[in-house]
């Protein structure tokens, strides 16, 4: 999969998931998966998705879960989707995002899980996502979080699900076989 493939997607009109696990979309043909008006469930793996491209995704009115492991995006760019009042999961990971991004997933309250990769949040943006009221499930691979930071957690906020580097932490209350 590459760009010059995408137009025969946005064709598929009655889409609601797109799953593209190999190759490549870029920002410069994410605006056709957009035309998409079923899209509910994106995954775009390998894909290096940056602000542009998510500011047009914020336009995907029925989008619940968006999966972006491999983007290019910046903290700018996870706020221009506080838009999508549908937005129940998301799954981002990004060499461009840091702690400011707890600050832009707070603005999208639908969210009620969250899962970043490779992102150095410390435990000051730990705070900020525990914060979110309906936050039920919290995955962090690779994070500044320290021992201190997921005491914290456990302590303050014992009813989220936790995964810690892809493995349920063990004082996690809900952890459980997947």
């Keep these: 999969m590459n760009d010059s493939m995408v137009p025969r997607i946005s064709e598929l009109q009655s889409l609601e998931t797109l799953i593209i696990d190999e190759g490549i979309v870029t920002d410069e043909t994410i605006d056709l998966i957009t035309q998409l008006s079923n899209l509910q469930h994106l995954r775009l793996r390998l894909s290096p998705i940056g602000d542009e491209g998510l500011k047009q995704l914020a336009s995907c009115e029925d989008l619940w879960f968006l999966n ?63 914060a979110m009221p309906s936050l039920e499930s919290l995955y962090l691979d690779d994070s500044a979080v320290t021992e201190e930071g997921w005491e914290w957690l456990f302590r303050e906020h014992s009813h989220l699900h936790v995964h810690i580097d892809q493995t349920h932490h063990d004082r996690d209350a809900q952890t459980h076989v997947h």
């Design 68 to 130: 972006l492991p491999h983007a290019a995006c910046t903290a700018e760019g996870v706020a221009s989707l506080a838009s999508l009042k549908q937005l129940r999961q998301i799954r981002l990971g990004s060499k461009d995002l840091d702690n400011q991004v707890t600050v832009a997933l707070t603005k999208i309250p639908s969210l009620r899980g969250i899962h970043l990769i490779g992102v150095p949040i410390t435990d000051e943006g730990l705070k900020t996502l525990a």
